[in-house]
């Protein structure tokens, strides 16, 4: 029985262009997060071991190293932090209007211009092939104002699982490389002294930098894990009789704030990353949708 069309209004022109054009808007943000990596860590690196073996040309070294630190501050971070902006207010617009949530000037400001989404849906180059079913399709069956908790109850506990899961691969790529080192230099008998100079130092900011990342990664999936307690304590309260159609949907718009913010600010994942890391995650998230309709008296669920 379908209660709601999220299901099928998900899949239509509208809002296949929508994710269209997120998916563009991300898929240059994480082009440039590749450059901002290669110019800030990879580069420094290289040059830094070259600079080992000829020693004429570090001061040249040096100065590259503060050029690059400079371009990443005053342009490269600022334009990736564009672009997310823009990527989150596409997916601010997708769910307003599938979850017939009202736009929040206050927390997203002014909707995106419509040649924005036009110019990235048209650029987007891979199809709609891994858009569809954006949300779970089982989530047709409840009445709205549960299937808008559903959803947004799934945004956030996808987003988690991926960050939790990136920071684990960061950290165990960190401790791989060190043991790698430790290795080598033992392998060569390097004195401690060497050691240090020639392969501590060079490999320094790359650990730094996955260390660090996977920190930030950490940080946003406790984030996201808080809101998800708050998405899931307004699921009981909806399903205790303690809020009606109108307060859940003022209470899912106040969440929806929450992940519209979020989105502005959690750092990305890299890409080859995160496509491995979603294989098998979109039958965990209809797996778990299809728990919470059977707690609402929906026991059987269709998944094809």
Not at 33 to 59: G, K
Not at 158 to 182: M, P, Q
Request: proline share 5%; glycine share 4%.
């Amino acid at each position: 029985m379908t209660m709601n069309d999220i299901a099928e209004r998900q899949n239509t022109p509208h809002f296949l262009r929508l994710l269209r054009a997120r998916s563009e808007i991300y898929r240059r943000a994480t082009h440039l997060q590749l450059v901002q990596v290669t110019l800030t860590v990879v580069v420094p690196v290289v040059m830094a071991i070259v600079a080992l073996f000829m020693p004429a040309i570090r001061p040249l070294a040096a100065a590259v190293s503060v050029s690059l630190t400079l371009i990443d501050i005053g342009f490269l971070d600022r334009a990736l932090k564009r672009r997310l902006k823009t990527a989150a207010l596409i997916c601010e617009r997708f769910d307003c209007d599938l979850l017939k949530l009202p736009w929040s000037k206050f927390a997203a400001g002014k909707p995106l211009e419509p040649e924005i989404i036009a110019e990235a849906d048209r650029r987007w180059p891979k199809g709609d092939a891994k858009l569809i079913d954006w949300y779970p399709a089982a989530v047709g069956q409840a009445p709205l104002h549960l299937a808008r908790i559903i959803c947004q109850r799934t945004n956030l506990w996808y987003d988690a699982k991926l960050r939790e899961n990136y920071s684990f691969l960061l950290v165990a790529g960190a401790v791989a490389i060190v043991l790698a080192l430790v290795a080598a230099g033992l392998a060569l008998n390097l004195p401690f002294t060497d050691f240090v100079v020639t392969v501590l130092v060079p490999a320094t900011p790359v650990l730094s930098w996955a260390v660090r990342d996977a920190f930030r990664q950490r940080d946003a999936a406790d984030a996201q894990k808080l809101a998800r307690a708050e998405a899931e304590a307004l699921w009981e309260l909806a399903l205790a009789g303690g809020c009606g159609d109108s307060e859940c949907e003022r209470r899912s718009r106040e969440f929806q704030n929450s992940i519209f913010q979020r989105r502005t600010s959690n750092p990305l994942l890299l890409p080859f990353v995160y496509h491995w890391l979603r294989s098998g995650m979109e039958i965990d998230m209809n797996l778990g949708a299809a728990d919470f309709l059977r707690q609402v008296g929906i026991a059987e669920v269709n998944q094809s």
